[in-house]
């Protein structure tokens, strides 16, 4: 049995970089807490990678590489004056996804205390539940073709690919979560999907709804993805567990990343609950070019003090627990807020100021 959980660090590109520097150095703040050590071990698997290499995906040498770690940690990948945007994206990202059998995304939806949202009224008690989105099929199986191109009837066809195997396998993950998060005395999941309109594609939610649906164990509800995002807004209360498929979950989280406290607070866990693979763990707000090159494309370290690193905080403690070391995790995630709690200072702080605090908070927990 190893004596460490070994932990391969992806940091990816321009600011990927920099909040995985800042989340370590709060990790290490937390190494009273742990109750094994964990061992880094850095991937520089980014666009300068795959440049060098002249690669449009990862091989088999970089996951016969990945796959020996207990868990990854990824900081976000992209840079558009290397690399046209989505290439790294898929290459990396849906290949881990896929190679690894990461079938759960899973990203919590809850408003901390004291951290206002842009829906007015609503507080931890209105927003706080979790979509689970399913993380290999839906239009991300990257399938597809172009017809007639470069005439005037030019067309493209993307698949959505849904089994009942993944949306099965993702419905009995959201159960347990459900269950775990205790919110109501019957656990509560919505499926949501377009089942008016993407009729071949839901036949399988549909099939696996109607299972659930049928059991006295579960409150199943269906919703289609509009009205979700309607209710997501005006009436969140209503949800504890959202399973969806990979394109409608992309979109849907980044809107529940916005209410609940923006962008820099939402996290990602692309998850295999069986363990044979590792899991990786990701803040979702991307690499942000604009806080790192100027107007004239020159590194602006100004910039770069503008960006703000909660929720790579954040996506390393849910790491944690998915290891459990739940002190630490609990010590990260409790700095992390503290953070964002405070509020109007908060917005001026830069990365450096916020990172230390951190740090300071985890050690005197």
Same mark, same amino acid.
């Given at each position: 049995?190893e004596?460490?959980h070994?932990?391969?660090?992806?940091?990816?590109d321009?600011? #990927?970089i920099?909040?995985?520097e800042a989340?370590?150095?709060v =990790? $290490?703040?937390?190494?009273g807490?742990l109750? %094994?050590?964990?061992k880094?071990?850095?991937?520089?698997?980014?666009a300068?990678?795959?440049?060098?290499?002249?690669?449009?995906?990862?091989?088999?040498?970089?996951?016969d590489?990945l796959?020996?770690?207990?868990?990854?940690?990824?900081?976000?990948i992209?840079d558009?004056t290397?690399?046209k945007?989505?290439?790294?994206?898929v290459g990396i990202l849906?290949?881990?996804?896929?190679?690894?059998?990461?079938?759960?995304?899973?990203?919590?939806?809850i408003?901390?205390d004291g951290?206002?949202?842009?829906v007015?009224?609503?507080?931890s008690k209105?927003?706080?539940?979790?979509?689970?989105?399913?993380?290999?099929?839906?239009?991300y199986?990257d399938?597809?073709?172009?017809?007639?191109?470069?005439t005037?009837?030019?067309? #493209?066809?993307?698949i959505?690919?849904?089994?009942?195997k993944? =949306? $099965?396998k993702l419905?009995?993950?959201?159960? %347990?979560?459900?269950?775990?998060?205790?919110?109501?005395?019957?656990?509560?999941m919505h499926f949501?999907?377009k089942?008016n309109?993407l009729t071949?594609?839901?036949?399988?939610w549909q099939?696996?709804?109607e299972?659930?649906?049928?059991?006295?164990d579960v409150d199943?509800?269906?919703?289609?993805i509009?009205?979700?995002?309607?209710q997501?807004?005006?009436?969140p209360?209503?949800?504890?567990?959202v399973?969806?498929?990979?394109m409608?979950?992309?979109?849907?989280?980044d809107?529940?990343?916005?209410?609940?406290?923006?962008?820099?607070?939402?996290?990602?866990?692309?998850?295999?609950?069986?363990?044979?693979?590792?899991?990786?763990?990701e803040?979702?707000?991307?690499?942000?070019?604009d806080k790192?090159?100027?107007?004239d494309?020159?590194?602006d370290?100004?910039?770069?003090?503008? =960006?703000k690193?909660e929720?790579?905080?954040?996506?390393?403690?849910m790491?944690?627990?998915?290891?459990?070391?739940?002190k630490?995790?609990e010590a990260?995630?409790?700095?992390?807020?503290?953070?964002?709690?405070d509020?109007?200072?908060y917005?001026?702080?830069?990365?450096?100021q916020?990172?230390d605090?951190?740090?300071?908070y985890?050690?005197?927990?």
């Amino acid at each position: 049995m190893e004596t460490y959980h070994n932990i391969a660090v992806l940091p990816g590109d321009l600011n #990927g970089i920099t909040v995985t520097e800042a989340a370590l150095k709060v =990790v $290490k703040a937390a190494e009273g807490k742990l109750i %094994k050590p964990i061992k880094h071990t850095r991937f520089d698997y980014n666009a300068d990678y795959f440049l060098k290499h002249d690669m449009k995906e990862l091989g088999p040498k970089e996951l016969d590489e990945l796959k020996k770690y207990d868990q990854i940690f990824l900081g976000a990948i992209g840079d558009p004056t290397k690399i046209k945007p989505g290439i790294l994206e898929v290459g990396i990202l849906l290949k881990l996804r896929q190679a690894f059998d990461q079938y759960v995304n899973l990203r919590p939806v809850i408003l901390p205390d004291g951290v206002p949202s842009v829906v007015v009224g609503k507080t931890s008690k209105d927003i706080n539940f979790e979509i689970c989105r399913e993380n290999s099929e839906g239009f991300y199986v990257d399938a597809g073709w172009i017809e007639k191109k470069g005439t005037d009837e030019e067309a #493209g066809y993307q698949i959505m690919k849904c089994t009942y195997k993944s =949306v $099965k396998k993702l419905a009995e993950f959201g159960f %347990k979560r459900a269950v775990e998060r205790k919110k109501s005395d019957k656990p509560v999941m919505h499926f949501v999907f377009k089942t008016n309109v993407l009729t071949y594609a839901a036949y399988p939610w549909q099939r696996v709804f109607e299972e659930y649906k049928n059991r006295d164990d579960v409150d199943a509800r269906y919703m289609h993805i509009d009205n979700f995002l309607m209710q997501m807004l005006i009436n969140p209360k209503q949800f504890d567990v959202v399973l969806t498929e990979n394109m409608f979950g992309d979109i849907a989280t980044d809107v529940g990343a916005v209410i609940q406290g923006g962008i820099g607070t939402a996290v990602s866990g692309n998850i295999n609950p069986t363990g044979i693979f590792p899991s990786m763990f990701e803040p979702i707000h991307g690499t942000a070019p604009d806080k790192w090159y100027d107007s004239d494309g020159k590194y602006d370290a100004s910039l770069v003090q503008q =960006v703000k690193p909660e929720a790579a905080f954040l996506s390393y403690a849910m790491m944690l627990e998915q290891v459990g070391e739940t002190k630490a995790a609990e010590a990260i995630k409790k700095a992390a807020l503290a953070n964002l709690r405070d509020y109007p200072q908060y917005k001026e702080k830069t990365l450096d100021q916020l990172t230390d605090a951190a740090c300071v908070y985890v050690k005197n927990l």
